[in-house]
């Protein structure tokens, strides 16, 4: 079955440190992978995708992501966090070559990012 | 550029009632999806339009819940009769294309809570 695991369901950072969020992904073929994040009452926000090429992608906010073919992996990344970046993040991906719906993402359950002072 | 609108944002009703969901895509974005995200779990797609046909409804409960786009523009998602497992944020996307690489905007979402 094709699915997208988040193992931590929070991570907690100092403003200023670096900070990962994980994601592991188990599709068939290569997929089309993705990050989101979500505000309290507001709708998923998209931060970056990966389709092909640099496995270094950059995004919105000074976020960025690696994607890692072998260990089938896109953790988010941020050189120095911010409180503001506290929120919710869902990586996603859009497997190819069938499995439903055109452009059909899936989303692991989501990580929450906390960010302290 | 306006967002993605949904309408209402909050609804609470009794088990057995009938509920229905608005959404009003981006301008010009051809494809529209509904999602349901229940507490602790990321998006599940429920179904997608494109224009105005059905693209995937794979993980619709039929027997409850129908959406139409009969415009091709705005939508509505209608469950009838609710169970309480349909507690959830119902979260509506739209994309200028339904290709795989195309971004999808999300709307606030219209958490509903079934008594």
């Known amino acids: 079955a094709q699915s997208v695991a988040q193992p931590e369901d929070q991570v907690n950072v100092a403003e200023g440190n670096p900070l990962t969020v994980k994601c592991t992904y188990s599709v068939s073929g290569n997929p089309y992978l993705f990050w989101y994040v979500q505000y309290p009452n507001r709708g998923l926000q998209f931060l970056l995708k990966?389709?092909?090429?640099?496995?270094l992608v950059k995004g919105s906010y000074g976020f960025e992501a690696e994607f890692n073919k072998s260990q089938t992996s896109f953790h988010l990344k941020k050189p120095s966090a911010l409180v503001s970046d506290s929120a919710l993040y869902f990586c996603?991906?859009?497997?190819?070559?069938?499995?439903?719906?055109?452009?059909?993402?899936?989303f692991g359950a989501g990580t929450r990012l906390a960010v302290h002072p | 550029e306006a967002g993605v609108a949904q309408s209402p944002r909050y609804k609470i009703i009794e088990k057995r009632q009938s509920v229905a969901f608005w959404c009003n895509p981006i301008s010009g974005h051809a494809t529209l999806y509904w999602y349901q995200q229940i507490l602790g779990q990321g998006p599940k797609l429920l179904i997608q339009f494109q224009n105005n046909g059905v693209v995937d409804d794979s993980q619709l409960p039929k027997d409850r819940f129908s959406a139409e786009r009969l415009k091709g523009v705005d939508s509505t998602l209608k469950i009838q009769p609710a169970k309480l497992e349909d507690s959830a944020v119902y979260l509506c996307?739209?994309?200028?294309?339904?290709?795989?690489?195309?971004?999808?905007?999300f709307g606030p979402g219209t958490r509903l809570t079934v008594l």
């Open positions: 996307a739209s994309s200028f294309r339904g290709g795989s690489y195309n971004e999808q905007f």
């Open positions: 996603a991906v859009r497997p190819l070559g069938g499995g439903g719906g055109y452009n059909k993402l899936i």
């Open positions: 990966y389709i092909t090429g640099d496995n």
